[in-house]
T-cell receptor, first 111, second 118 residues
């Protein structure tokens, strides 16, 4: 069983606000990922990290940014939220195996 | 390029029926890995199974079974005697292993919504 946490679980925020979605894992996994899941269910990789101080953009262009200062922590930040950012954001991590383990997700609504 | 297709957008069954979720994939990699994930209404993705391309042996875990056929590029998932708690979105995913893509990118299918009625 993987231990990966995301906060908040639900967030409703007004346009223009800065927000940070938190993701933490206690497994010591080097690789971490952020996915955006639109209402049509499809998952899109928006950011990933090999390890501390390593971050890369994923397949889907995103206005968000990430940081990886500690192995266990991979926060995602939106400097100025817009209604188009309304989505579910899922964080995942991977150790030496091939499977990714996912957190519970953050449902973001920007009004 | 990699692609995963789950042609069934939605499936509705009555409890105790067997149901099969289809997954077809495309990849040029000779070594690759296939996965199934379950996403219940609570939102998290739960890892169910991983299959390596060099291991075509089918697998059974309780009421769940998986049929991997390289010849047809398919990795289908069957739930026997379905239960209401099986209601969820199910995703098939593929990870290639070529070109040093070590970050382990997963390509997901579009997902299949399974509803099991009492």
């Amino acid at each position: 069983e993987a231990d990966i946490y995301q906060t908040p679980r639900y967030l409703v925020i007004g346009t223009g606000k800065k927000i940070t979605l938190e993701c933490s894992q206690t497994m010591g996994h080097d690789k971490m990922y952020w996915y955006q899941q639109d209402p049509g269910m499809e998952l899109h990789l928006i950011h990933y990290s090999y390890g501390v101080n390593s971050t890369e953009k994923g397949d889907l262009s995103s206005e968000s940014t990430v940081s990886r200062i500690r192995t266990e922590h991979f926060p995602l930040t939106l400097e100025s939220a817009r209604p188009s950012h309304t989505s579910q954001y899922l964080c995942a991590s991977r150790g030496r195996g091939y499977e990714q383990y996912f957190g519970p997700g953050t449902r973001l609504t920007v009004t | 390029a990699q692609k995963v297709t789950q042609a069934q957008t939605e499936i509705s069954v009555v409890e105790k029926e067997d149901v099969t979720l289809d997954c077809v994939y495309e990849t040029r990699d000779t070594t690759y890995y296939l996965f199934w994930y379950k996403q219940p209404p609570s939102g998290e993705l739960v890892f169910l199974i991983r299959r390596n391309s060099f291991d075509e042996q089918n697998e059974i875990s309780g009421r769940y079974s998986w049929n991997f056929q390289k010849s047809t590029s398919s990795f289908n998932f069957t739930i026997t005697a379905s239960q209401v708690v099986d209601s969820a979105v199910y995703f098939c995913a593929l990870r290639g292993n070529a070109g040093g893509t070590s970050y382990g990118k997963l390509t997901f299918g579009q997902g299949t919504i399974l509803t099991v009625h009492p």
